[in-house]
Every structure is written in structure tokens, then in C-alpha cells.
């Protein structure tokens, strides 16, 4: 998403004086007319809900992540000028107004640049002056990026260091960019120490402006899979600890007058142990139990860091259908999890739970729901009635079940929103910390209402003999999130993967347009392109390095793979499929962070931690 906000340089000046453009991806954006073959469908999406009325901070921070991503900055500036000539009470759209403005200052005449680069700044200098909070963020970004000629690199850093100072008025995930800004704007002012601490906390290895820009603070690397932010225990009821970013998942602690209750245990006994460090720095209590949630991986391989000698296990009575399923289905994606191979889990608990039980333990109630999760079939949602907190594991991941697992039902989705209403709990609290931050018990009626309305047309275009491409080009937007704009984003992260699970549950292995009759095999298709191309490597480079200056970053991947296959030597296709999968990790950082890991994986590429 906001992987952008901040581009690699601008590009501009007078004769000799040219500065590297805005770029969230390697290579320039397309060329006048020439558009992606593929259609984007959630940057259609956002450039709709943000012409609502009233549109939500975080779907606007969204779209703009999404048109960098895209390289898409002519249209972005087109569109953010409308947007602030339409809602002039906005001075965010001001200010990305100016900041688009900006990026696209190499497509002006050269004479000209320098004064078009000083009228975009004073956009962002009006919409600073109106609102000192994201406006001030993204002028901040423009600045540092400007040759020291310009003078602003001071004014660069006052910006930046604002943004950290007041990092609790800004959305989660913007330190990686505000680091990276600092690290160039001491870099322009020549203070290389300051410049060097404010890389290393970047995570950046350099400021070479061919790298792609990340800004989230989501990491990656094949030692320690992947975090959905820095570590930190934080309490989020009276006596209720959760430990995030220690692991993919959140592990939490309940602390009673007899010890410690903990939910969910991790990956691995390495990061729950970690975990249960910080939790030391408060209690020495020890744990008498731990309540899994769902067989999950990330739920139970941390398990024997936890489990004492009277420490007893708690699941769902389904548990070994789900545990079969994550063991028999080979999943060789290791960038979730870190680690070099996959391996066979174990969960072996001391009490299963067939029907709602109430456990208590040191004067703490927990009731316990054995249901039938959106994600998995063996769900434990685990209440905690005097607090008003219900823990309800992944019951809400957007995927409906792992995407590469025979698992999941968005029916019961709707079963689940029905028990969590009918307990009224005051907190959620998920098995991941945007799912915690993104479906609050406050958003659940609009979520419910949205997700009903697209499960009801999904099934009638399945009924109807519509193929799946059919159904997600539709790009359904349900009316009712007009009266719900905050819950624009909390939709596009499921809608597709709720659609796609719908039809692959409903459809059998052949498919309404033909898919599944034959299944070809990579290397005959690369066979047919190679027939196609003459037996020339350089026709597949030539026809995907035109498919990344369109965008289309996932047909240039497949072109290049494709070609590789053949021309197994070739340099210049591995070098485009570098460019295609780090196109692909920008794009997906945001909304959809599993393809994000994937795509990483595929490219060996980490992102290291900010710090």
C-alpha cells in the first residue's frame, strides 16, 4: 500500500541537473497509451470508493500505494487534482495532488521543471498548513528527494522526524519510508553518520534508486519467515498480554490469580520462547494451560516452549481432521514460517472440547466454543466474559482457510459473526495484529451486511454458469459500504479470496469455460511460445520487458518463467523475472500480504526488520 509514498528520486532540473524519478518499481511508468493488458481490479475498486463521499484516511493512503505501485502517476495526478478541486474541505487530496505532481515532473518540459517542481511544494505546503498530519508526511518524502540546489533538505527532516515524534496520529507502517527519507535528506546535507544510523533502521541495504521501495513495516527473510510488524507485548485488557511480531502469529497471555493461560503458541519453540521472555519482564507466573484456537501451524509448533510439566493442552475435538490436513498436503513455501524445510506438526492435548465448556482458572471465567471456523473446522472461540474479551483465533482471516489447503467456508463466516454478536464481547482479538486492527467488533454489522451481499451474487453468477473470471471482473462493491467508508479496505482484503473459495467449493475440476478439461504442463506451453517466437530467447525478454513498462508485472513473470524454461542460461530473463516479482511484492505488500511472501520467496529476496 503505501509502499510508495516515497520513491526512489524525482526527476527534474535545468540542463545537466536530473534527479532520478518517484518510482515504487524498477523502469519508468508506460508510455502515453499504453496500458496494462491486465486489469487491476482493486485500484478500480479504490479509485471508486474514494469518489464516494466522505471517503475513510486509510482507503485513500490505499489507492495513492496502489497507483505508485501501478505506475500510474499521470492518471494519480489527474485524478487527486479532481479529487481537490471537488472536496476543497480535503487537504489530503491537496497534498497528494502536489505529490503526484511532483513525480511525473520528468514528463515536463525541461525549462519548465523546476517551476512545476516549486508549484507542486506549495500544493503541500497549503495542505500542511490546513492539516499537519499526513499532508506533512508526504511533503517530507517530495523534499528529501530533492538535489541539495533546491535547499529543502533540512526542511526534509524537520518533516520526518515530526512524523516519528507523532507516529501515534499516523496509520501503522510508515517508518520504513520516514527512515529511508531521513537517510537521503542527511545524505543531500552531508551528514553521513546520521544518514547511515537512519539506513540501518530503514532496512535498507542502500539508497540505490534501482531497488524497489517498500514502506511498510511487514519483514521477510528465509531465516525468520515473516512478521506482521516489530515485536512488542502490548496489553489490550486488564491481565490480557498479546505478544506481536515475535512470530506469523500472536500469542497470547492471560494472567490469573493461579498463573498464566496462554493462547495459541507460534511457529516455533524459538519465537514462543521469545515471546514468553517479554511476557517474563512482568510475571513469573507459571502457565497452567494453553488453548489452541486451530491446528494450525503457526499455532501449535511452538507448543513445547509452553508446556510444562502440569500445563495442560486445550483444542477443539476436531483437532486431528485439521492437523491431517496440514500434514498430508505438501506446502514447500517456507518464507511464512522461516526455516529450510517444512516439517510434521504435532498437537497432542490433555482435553478436547465437543460442546461450550467453561473453564475456570484462578477466578478467571473462560468460556469455551468448539465451532466451525471460516478458516479451519476445528475453531476455539474463547470467551472472557468479566473482561468482555473474545479471542476468536482466525475465524476472519481473509483467505477463508490457507489458499493453498482444501479448507475454509464462508457459510460459516456467517455462523461465527452470529455467535460473536449474540455474546456481545467488547474486544476481539485475532490470531494476526491486522485482523485485530482491521475487524473490531465495531466494524463487524457493515462487514456481515457487505460480505452477505457478495456471498448472494457469487452464488448466483455460479449458478448461472459464470466462470471465476467472470465473477471477480464484475469488481462487486456493495452499496452498503457508501454508508460504511471505513470498511472499504476490511472488504478488498477478502473479497477475492472469499469469492474464489466460493466457487472452487461450488464448481467441480472442470470448470464453465473450459478450465480442468486438459491441464497442459508449463514446459508445453513454454514449447508452444517457443514455437511462436521463433526459437528466440530475446522475443520472450523483448515481450516481457514490454509487459513491465504496461505493468503487467504477472504476465511478465509468466513470460519470463516461461522462457526460462528453454533458455535456462539466460541472464536477461532472470533479470526480468527479478523485475516482475519485485513489481509483484510492491503491488501485494499491503493488501495482500500472503502473495507478498510468496512472490518474495520466489525472488529470494528478504525485507529486513526496521528498527
Do not use: C
Amino acid at each position: 500500500m503505501k509502499s510508495a509514498m516515497m520513491g526512489a528520486t524525482l526527476r527534474w532540473g535545468l540542463a545537466s541537473v536530473l534527479v532520478t524519478g518517484l518510482l515504487l518499481v524498477i523502469g519508468a511508468g508506460p508510455a502515453a497509451g499504453e496500458q496494462p493488458l491486465m486489469r487491476d481490479l482493486e485500484l478500480e475498486a479504490l479509485r471508486e470508493a474514494v469518489r464516494w463521499p466522505d471517503p475513510d484516511v486509510i482507503t485513500v493512503i490505499a489507492l495513492t500505494g496502489r497507483f505508485v505501485a501501478a505506475r500510474q502517476d499521470q492518471e494519480a495526478f489527474a485524478y487527486f487534482e479532481e479529487r481537490a478541486k471537488s472536496a476543497p474541505d480535503r487537504p489530503l487530496f491537496v497534498a497528494l495532488e502536489g505529490f503526484f505532481q511532483a513525480r511525473v515532473a520528468d514528463d515536463v518540459f525541461l525549462l519548465r521543471r523546476v517551476a512545476w517542481v516549486n508549484d507542486a511544494v506549495a500544493k503541500l505546503d497549503r495542505a500542511v498548513a490546513q492539516e499537519p498530519g499526513l499532508p506533512r508526511y508526504f511533503r517530507g518524502l517530495v523534499l528529501a528527494e530533492l538535489p541539495a540546489r533546491f535547499g529543502k533538505a533540512a526542511a526534509a527532516v524537520d518533516d520526518l522526524q515530526w512524523v516519528l515524534d507523532h507516529k501515534d496520529r499516523f496509520p501503522v507502517g510508515l517508518r520504513r519510508s520516514v527512515y529511508r527519507g531521513l537517510a537521503k535528506a542527511y545524505t543531500t546535507l552531508g551528514r553521513e553518520a546520521e544518514a547511515n544510523a537512519a539506513l540501518v533502521r530503514s532496512g535498507y541495504p542502500s539508497l540505490d534508486p534501482t531497488l524497489p521501495v517498500f514502506t511498510t513495516d511487514n519483514w521477510v527473510t528465509a531465516k525468520d519467515g515473516f512478521r506482521f510488524r516489530p515485536p512488542r507485548l502490548v496489553e489490550l485488557a486488564p491481565r490480557v498480554y498479546v505478544a506481536q511480531g515475535y512470530d506469523f502469529a500472536d500469542i497470547a497471555f492471560v494472567v490469573t490469580d493461579d498463573g498464566i493461560v496462554a493462547i495459541d503458541a507460534g511457529t516455533t519453540e524459538a519465537n514462543a520462547r521469545a515471546a514468553l521472555a517479554a511476557l517474563r519482564r512482568i510475571t513469573a507466573a507459571p502457565i497452567t494451560h494453553v488453548l489452541v484456537t486451530h491446528a494450525h501451524w503457526d499455532h501449535i509448533g511452538g507448543l513445547p516452549a509452553l508446556r510444562g510439566a502440569s500445563t495442560k493442552v486445550v483444542a477443539n475435538a476436531r483437532f486431528a481432521d485439521e492437523l491431517k490436513i496440514v500434514n498430508d498436503t505438501g506446502v514447500g513455501f517456507r518464507y511464512f514460517f522461516g526455516g529450510d524445510a517444512p516439517r510434521r506438526y504435532e498437537l497432542a492435548p490433555d482435553r478436547v472440547i465437543d460442546h461450550r465448556e467453561t473453564l475456570t482458572v484462578g477466578g478467571t471465567e473462560f468460556v469455551l466454543h468448539p465451532v466451525r471456523g471460516a478458516e479451519t473446522s476445528d475453531a476455539l472461540l474463547i470467551h472472557l466474559p468479566a473482561s468482555g474479551v473474545l479471542f476468536v483465533g482466525d475465524t476472519f482471516m481473509p483467505y477463508l482457510g490457507a489458499p493453498f489447503l482444501p479448507e475454509g467456508s464462508p457459510e460459516a463466516l456467517f455462523e461465527n459473526i452470529a455467535l460473536i454478536r449474540s455474546l456481545a464481547p467488547r474486544l476481539l482479538i485475532h490470531g494476526h495484529p491486522p485482523l485485530t486492527e482491521l475487524f473490531t467488533i465495531e466494524a463487524l454489522p457493515g462487514v456481515e451486511s457487505a460480505m452477505r451481499d457478495l456471498h448472494a451474487r457469487a452464488l448466483r453468477r455460479i449458478a448461472e454458469g459464470r466462470s471465476l473470471v467472470d465473477i471477480l471482473h464484475e469488481n462487486i462493491l456493495p452499496d452498503t459500504l457508501k454508508a460504511n467508508p471505513r470498511l472499504v479496505v476490511r472488504f478488498l482484503v477478502v473479497r477475492d479470496n472469499f469469492i474464489k473459495r466460493l466457487y472452487h467449493q461450488r464448481t467441480g475440476y472442470w470448470k464453465p469455460d473450459g478450465e480442468g478439461l486438459e491441464v497442459l504442463a508449463p514446459s508445453e506451453w513454454a514449447a508452444v511460445l517457443e514455437l511462436l517466437a521463433g526459437g528466440r530467447e530475446s522475443a520472450f525478454a523483448e515481450t516481457a520487458r514490454t509487459l513491465l513498462g504496461r505493468g503487467d508485472h504477472a504476465l511478465a513473470l509468466k513470460v519470463a518463467d516461461l522462457g526460462l524454461i528453454n533458455h535456462r542460461e539466460s541472464s536477461t530473463l532472470a533479470d526480468l523475472r527479478r523485475r516482475a516479482l519485485d513489481g509483484l511484492r510492491a503491488r501485494h505488500q499491503q493488501l495482500n500480504p500472503f502473495k507478498f511472501i510468496i512472490y518474495s520467496e520466489w525472488a529470494g529476496a528478504d525485507l529486513p526488520p526496521v528498527e
